[in-house]
């Protein structure tokens, strides 16, 4: 028989809204301190951040248990303490990491002769120079000093810290230029790149698991003094439960604004953190410093279906059947929007951002919305089909 517990505190709510969030709630999540004592491995804290001597954490590596114990350690501080760690050194072969540097250098010359402007996700398009899927083209360029990049352990180790075995890398390349203002402060992939409205379709569990489907890096390709505007961060802040939904408003965005603390960094650093953790790149008040970080972010393996499908095949197939069920009235509105869940791609993401440039929002439009806006519209088949071909070659790398 189910019992409840009648003295027990009430349950949190199961969706959340923004009318959840709460100021002085998040204040009171955010107001913790870092101890050092409760991190063993720790070399100091500064600015409420743990901070790593990656020289230390090498030779402890040489022993499984104890590196197993430290990947414990940095797992909770991620999750339950700060939610961001400094690993100092954590590049010590700068021939490689100069080598990295000529081609994303190279790469970036490329686009600004092309006209390209890479869009950003939360600045202004043009502010930053930006490099999408920079790990294949640093692969397929330089394959040897891809190698040599990331063969580095530290990498591993925190990668499998956070998600375990079988993690998916993947790279983008940011380049805040002298003048470049600050972003706006924000979480990050999943739920970070999603609107409010959005974000409050998606049950409170699925904020909980969306930050424990990523792990967000940042490796510092040059020295990063604070006039250069190393990225802002309010830790403790991904232990906020609403926090994708009140990174978004004004109250929040200002707290952060007086709360939030850097940390120089020197070339070869890097930091890593929870992507729900309150951050957002720093404005370059250098005269000549072109602050240069390889974003790392690297991905669970579970977060993929069991069989592969053909979804712009069905798509295409679909579509009529859909005009035809909604002109003999066989199918309402809802009908036909379930159906479409259940055929097209809902999801904008993998995408090549080089081609499907983030400049009207956060993410490009998906499968899901190209089947409803053409019916919505009644475009004829070979239209919806073509704009599926764009939007499959938009996706390719």
Same mark, same amino acid.
């Given at each position: 028989?189910?019992?409840?517990?009648?003295?027990?505190?009430?349950? %949190?709510?199961?969706?959340?809204?923004?009318?959840?969030?709460?100021?002085?709630?998040?204040?009171?999540?955010?107001?913790?301190?870092?101890?050092?004592?409760?991190?063993?491995?720790?070399?100091?804290?500064?600015?409420? /951040?743990?901070?790593?001597?990656?020289?230390?954490?090498?030779?402890?590596?040489?022993?499984?248990?104890?590196?197993?114990?430290?990947?414990?350690?940095?797992?909770?501080?991620? $999750?339950?303490?700060?939610?961001? /760690?400094?690993?100092?050194?954590?590049?010590?072969?700068?021939?490689?990491?100069?080598?990295?540097?000529?081609?994303?250098?190279?790469?970036?010359?490329?686009?600004?002769?092309?006209?390209?402007?890479?869009?950003?996700?939360?600045?202004?398009?043009?502010?930053?120079?930006? /490099? &999408?899927?920079?790990?294949?083209?640093?692969?397929?360029?330089?394959?040897?000093?891809?190698?040599?990049?990331?063969?580095?352990?530290?990498? %591993?180790? /925190?990668?499998?810290? &956070?998600?375990?075995?079988?993690?998916? $890398?993947?790279?983008? !390349?940011?380049?805040?230029?002298?003048?470049?203002?600050?972003?706006?402060?924000?979480?990050?992939?999943?739920?970070?790149?999603?609107?409010?409205? %959005?974000?409050?379709?998606?049950? %409170?569990?699925?904020?909980?698991?969306?930050?424990?489907?990523?792990?967000?890096?940042?490796?510092?390709?040059?020295?990063?003094?604070?006039?250069?505007?190393?990225?802002?961060?309010?830790?403790?802040?991904?232990?906020?439960?609403?926090?994708?939904?009140?990174?978004?408003?004004?109250?929040?965005?200002?707290?952060?604004?007086?709360?939030? !603390?850097?940390?120089?960094?020197?070339?070869?650093?890097?930091?890593?953190?929870?992507?729900?953790?309150?951050?957002?790149?720093?404005?370059?008040?250098?005269?000549?410093?072109?602050?240069?970080?390889?974003?790392?972010?690297?991905?669970?393996?579970?977060?993929?279906?069991?069989?592969?499908?053909?979804?712009?095949?069905?798509s295409a197939a679909l579509y009529p059947a859909l005009q035809a069920l909604r002109a003999q009235g066989a199918l309402d509105d809802a009908g036909i929007g379930h159906a479409i869940a259940a055929c097209a791609e809902g999801y904008a993401f993998p995408s090549n951002l080089d081609r499907d440039q983030p400049i009207d929002g956060m993410a490009p439009p998906t499968q899901q919305q190209l089947m409803r806006e053409a019916l919505a519209q009644d475009w004829p088949a070979a239209r919806l089909?073509?704009?599926?071909?764009?939007?499959? &070659?938009?996706?390719?790398?």
């Amino acid at each position: 028989m189910h019992t409840t517990n009648a003295g027990a505190a009430p349950p %949190a709510p199961y969706w959340l809204t923004p009318e959840s969030c709460d100021l002085q709630d998040f204040i009171d999540t955010v107001s913790c301190r870092t101890a050092l004592a409760d991190y063993p491995h720790a070399a100091a804290v500064q600015e409420n /951040i743990l901070v790593y001597d990656c020289d230390a954490v090498r030779e402890l590596a040489a022993n499984p248990a104890a590196l197993h114990a430290l990947q414990a350690e940095w797992g909770q501080a991620l $999750m339950d303490g700060p939610g961001v /760690i400094v690993l100092k050194r954590a590049v010590t072969d700068m021939e490689t990491l100069e080598q990295a540097n000529r081609v994303f250098r190279d790469l970036i010359a490329g686009q600004h002769a092309s006209g390209q402007t890479a869009g950003d996700h939360f600045a202004r398009p043009g502010a930053n120079d930006r /490099i &999408w899927n920079a790990q294949q083209k640093l692969c397929l360029r330089a394959p040897e000093t891809f190698a040599r990049y990331y063969a580095n352990p530290v990498f %591993a180790w /925190i990668s499998q810290a &956070w998600l375990g075995p079988a993690y998916q $890398m993947t790279a983008q !390349v940011n380049v805040v230029n002298p003048g470049g203002a600050a972003q706006a402060p924000h979480r990050d992939y999943h739920l970070g790149f999603q609107s409010a409205a %959005a974000c409050a379709a998606y049950p %409170a569990p699925v904020h909980q698991m969306s930050a424990l489907l990523t792990l967000q890096g940042a490796v510092a390709h040059c020295d990063m003094p604070l006039e250069s505007g190393p990225t802002l961060y309010l830790p403790w802040s991904q232990r906020y439960r609403a926090g994708f939904l009140a990174w978004q408003q004004r109250p929040f965005r200002d707290y952060f604004a007086r709360h939030c !603390v850097q940390l120089p960094l020197s070339q070869g650093d890097a930091v890593f953190f929870n992507p729900a953790l309150f951050h957002a790149a720093g404005h370059n008040r250098s005269p000549d410093i072109r602050r240069m970080a390889n974003l790392l972010q690297v991905s669970s393996p579970f977060g993929r279906a069991m069989e592969a499908l053909d979804r712009r095949a069905m798509s295409a197939a679909l579509y009529p059947a859909l005009q035809a069920l909604r002109a003999q009235g066989a199918l309402d509105d809802a009908g036909i929007g379930h159906a479409i869940a259940a055929c097209a791609e809902g999801y904008a993401f993998p995408s090549n951002l080089d081609r499907d440039q983030p400049i009207d929002g956060m993410a490009p439009p998906t499968q899901q919305q190209l089947m409803r806006e053409a019916l919505a519209q009644d475009w004829p088949a070979a239209r919806l089909l073509d704009a599926l071909d764009g939007h499959a &070659w938009r996706q390719q790398a």
